[in-house]
């Protein structure tokens, strides 16, 4: 609530982007500082950007609509705000990388594929460092609204800041958030010869469609154990490898289960041994943006060695039976760690993050 566009992009270029542009530029000036990547001496060409969003500047838009039924004019500005790809433009321009400015239009698995997209690129040697992430601003009352009419909303009636509950039987449907994360992703030997914090190896990736429905998921989780097993064989890991899973954890009742199935597909009996949390517990579901905010969260684990849990965890449901590190955070030495998201239609990534060498 007390964003300041003033203090990440002053001047009329801040006042004519949308919030959704705003949030990415923002947490984009953060991982670059963090990174010291404007004093990198990386050639322009060699830093990428690649952020994603789901509904892009739709509330923008939407809102602008409001004084044109009245009669008056649309700002010109709206149409550059409205592509999911402005975000990303924005980002570039304030980080001046002149190479490839991609986005993923994947809705909520967007944020981790800009993510593993960035990692490939510099694999392949195509990048020295890219900007990555998701960004997400999808509140309005219209928006809220058809999001209630899909049933998706969480039909809780006890107070708010319960309301998202992942993996609890009293769960009834997803909050809707706002938010933004980004990371800079860099060729491992250049950012350690730079001296830079090294969070986490990216080590593993992976990406599949269950292509069945555009709602409904496979409640078998057998689409979820083959996006993570995917994932550990490119990282050359194993189910004994993982110390911690970040679990989309929507806090949808059919989406839980099947993500608690897909894990016990993937892990078997060790399973149950593993800490498995939902940081949508706390931040609500913020889209295209979740997966990267997973990616920062996880990021950190790896760094203290501590796991966040998963709030409003007071009723155990039979169909989510693992350890879902309920209500207060845990310390916990994590080498290795599993992040998934899911997403409409059926999309699945998963990234595997490794310490440090």
């Not at 982007?17 to 670059?32: K, L, N, T």
């Not at 760690?337 to 060498?357: E, K, M, R, T, Y």
Request: with cysteine; aromatic share 6%; proline share 5%.
């Amino acid at each position: 609530k007390d964003f300041d566009v003033k203090q990440w992009m002053p001047g009329a270029a801040g006042r004519m982007a949308g919030r959704f542009s705003q949030f990415a530029v923002a947490a984009a000036r953060m991982a670059r500082d963090d990174a010291k990547l404007d004093t990198a001496q990386i050639p322009a060409e060699q830093i990428l950007v690649s952020v994603s969003s789901s509904m892009s500047g739709l509330i923008d838009v939407q809102e602008s609509f409001v004084p044109y039924l009245r009669g008056e004019v649309i700002p010109p500005w709206i149409v550059l705000e409205y592509p999911g790809h402005a975000a990303a433009s924005h980002v570039a321009i304030q980080a001046h990388g002149n190479g490839q400015v991609s986005s993923f239009g994947t809705a909520c698995v967007a944020g981790l594929d800009s993510i593993a997209w960035a990692a490939d690129k510099v694999r392949r040697g195509e990048a020295t460092a890219v900007i990555a992430g998701g960004t997400e601003t999808p509140l309005s009352p219209g928006n809220l609204e058809a999001f209630r009419a899909l049933g998706a909303l969480s039909r809780w009636e006890g107070p708010p800041a319960e309301a998202s509950r992942p993996f609890d039987r009293l769960r009834s449907g997803l909050v809707l958030a706002e938010g933004a994360g980004i990371v800079v992703v860099e060729e491992e030997e250049h950012a350690r010869a730079r001296g830079v914090s090294i969070y986490a190896r990216i080590v593993g990736t992976a990406s599949i469609t269950e292509a069945r429905h555009m709602r409904e998921v496979d409640s078998s989780g057998e689409p979820i154990r083959q996006v993570l097993q995917a994932a550990l064989d490119r990282a050359e890991l194993t189910a004994q490898d993982v110390d911690y899973i970040c679990a989309h954890g929507n806090s949808l009742i059919d989406y839980d289960a099947a993500e608690t199935a897909g894990i016990k597909r993937a892990f078997g009996r060790q399973a149950s041994c593993i800490p498995v949390s939902s940081i949508k517990s706390m931040c609500g579901q913020a889209l295209a943006a979740s997966g990267a905010m997973q990616i920062v969260t996880t990021s950190l684990v790896i760094k203290n060695n501590v796991v966040p849990p998963t709030i409003n965890y007071s009723y155990p449901d039979p169909a989510c039976d693992l350890d879902y590190v309920p209500n207060r955070s845990r310390s916990a030495r994590v080498q290795v760690a599993l992040v998934h998201a899911q997403s409409i239609g059926g999309s699945h990534s998963a990234i595997v993050l490794g310490a440090p060498n």
